[in-house]
């Protein structure tokens, strides 16, 4: 399977494992922001009252944590494009949240992930 398809899977099982736990999704795959040359923003959700910008890593092996992979430079990224979003969309909720959901597939039985979700993974990077 290659990046993209792996990448695309993932965050459909994201999506659905976070829907289970009562997030209400309202957006997901977003960019570019046109002052903005790259970057995307995965998931984008309500979980009560936060607001949840959502990273989303899908790993097919767990020979390297999916976690390493948010650098102090793709914080300070997701935080730029998670202000813009509250800015385009007039969003003024008081509380925000960076969350990170990691997608292991399971070499013998890829419709069966494991999926681990760290709430607040990391404070805004500005």
Known sequence: ???KAT???GEEAA???LERLGYSVIDTNVRPFPDMRRGELDIVAWHGEILCFIEVKTRNSRKFDATDAITITKRRQLTKLAVAYMNRHKLTSNICRFDV???YNNAFNKS???V???TGAFDPVY
């Open 1 to 3: 399977m290659n990046r």
């Open 7 to 9: 990448g695309n899977d």
């Open 15 to 17: 999506v659905r494992h």
């Open 101 to 103: 959901i990691c997608i």
């Open 112 to 114: 069966t992930p494991t």
């Open 116 to 118: 681990e979700l760290l």
